[in-house]
C-alpha cells in the first residue's frame, strides 16, 4: 500500500478519477504475467468470480483441484482461457494499478507439484544461500536501515 503522502491523491490533494487510478490492457494480447488472468499473488477478484472459479475447479479437476495453491492457480488459468467460466468471456481485458501497490516477492515454500525455479537456484537445483528467506530478510532490513539513515541525515540537515 503506497505511504499516505503518496496515495491516490492529484497534484492539489484531491481524489484522483478512477481512470487515472487504473490501467487496463487486453490480456490476450499479452505474454505471460500479462496473460494470466488467475494469479494468487496479489490480485483482487469479484467475489461472485471466486464464487464461480471454485466451482467449476472442483466440477473439472475434484475437491483436490483446489487443495493446494499451485493447483488452484494453474487449474484456474486454464478454465479461464479455456472460456469455462463466465468471467473469461465477459471481457478480455484486465486492469493492474496505475502506480506501484504490492511488491510480491516470491518464496514459493509450498512450491511441490510443479518443476518452477526461483531466483538464485543453482545450475543442479540447490538453492543458493542468498535467496534464503533469511539472507532476503537481512538484505530487505539492511536496506529500511540505511534508507532511514539517509533519512535521519537529510532531515539533520
Given at each position: 500500500?503506497?505511504?499516505?503522502?503518496?496515495?491516490?491523491?492529484?497534484?492539489?490533494?484531491?481524489?484522483e478519477p478512477l481512470e487515472a487510478q487504473w490501467l487496463t490492457y487486453e490480456r490476450t494480447s499479452g505474454e505471460y504475467d500479462w496473460n494470466y488472468p488467475w494469479e494468487l499473488s496479489a490480485s483482487i477478484y469479484r467475489l461472485e468470480d471466486v464464487r464461480e472459479m471454485l466451482a467449476a475447479i472442483r466440477e473439472h479437476f475434484g475437491e483436490e483441484g483446489v487443495d493446494h495453491p499451485n493447483r488452484l492457480e494453474g487449474f484456474g488459468v486454464r478454465l479461464f482461457k479455456q472460456e469455462k467460466v463466465s468471467a473469461a468471456r465477459r471481457t478480455k481485458k484486465c486492469a493492474c494499478a496505475s502506480r506501484p501497490t504490492v511488491v510480491?516477492?516470491?518464496?514459493?515454500?509450498?512450491?511441490?507439484?510443479?518443476?518452477?525455479?526461483?531466483?538464485?537456484?543453482?545450475?543442479?537445483?540447490?538453492?543458493?544461500?542468498?535467496?534464503?528467506?533469511?539472507?532476503?530478510d537481512r538484505a530487505f532490513?539492511?536496506?529500511?536501515?540505511?534508507?532511514?539513515g539517509g533519512a535521519a541525515r537529510t532531515l539533520a540537515a
Open positions: 500500500v503506497a505511504p499516505p503522502d503518496e496515495g491516490c491523491d492529484g497534484a492539489d490533494g484531491s481524489p510480491v516477492v516470491t518464496i514459493n515454500r509450498v512450491q511441490s507439484l510443479f518443476d518452477n525455479p526461483v531466483y538464485g537456484q543453482g545450475p543442479s537445483g540447490e538453492s543458493a544461500p542468498e535467496a534464503s528467506p533469511e539472507e532476503l532490513r539492511a536496506a529500511l536501515r540505511s534508507a532511514a
